[in-house]
């Protein structure tokens, strides 16, 4: 089971961290992704981490803002996102590269 948090409404430019607790076992082992969708659009996978802490982030909108991280130790993984744009309003999730999802947080940029 994966539980997203730390969504919310930031203004343009500013800073929100999502975390994505883990239960279960193996979250050593496995790969952990973040995808977005916005309204009216798919989603679109925003940030991937590996076990092994490699990490890939296919948007350019995002590279350079963007970070992903994952502490074993707390079976949790995270997405840093930094000087925020309107364009980043969507709902974020968190998956599990064996096919599991978090429910989703709402983060909404207001400009």
């Known amino acids: 089971q994966l539980q997203a948090s730390g969504g919310g409404l930031v203004q343009v430019g500013g800073s929100l961290r999502l975390s994505c607790v883990v239960s279960g076992s193996r979250f050593s082992i496995r790969t952990f992704t973040w995808y977005r969708q916005a309204p009216a659009k798919q989603r679109e996978l925003v940030a991937l981490?590996?076990?092994?802490?490699?990490?890939?982030y296919p948007p350019d909108s995002v590279k350079g803002r963007f970070t992903i991280s994952r502490d074993n130790a707390k079976n949790t993984v995270y997405l840093q996102m930094n000087s925020l744009k309107p364009e980043d309003t969507a709902v974020y999730y968190c998956?599990?590269?064996?096919?599991?999802w978090g429910q989703g947080t709402l983060v909404t940029v207001s400009s």
């Open positions: 981490i590996t076990s092994g802490g490699s990490t890939t």
């Open positions: 998956s599990s590269g064996d096919g599991y």
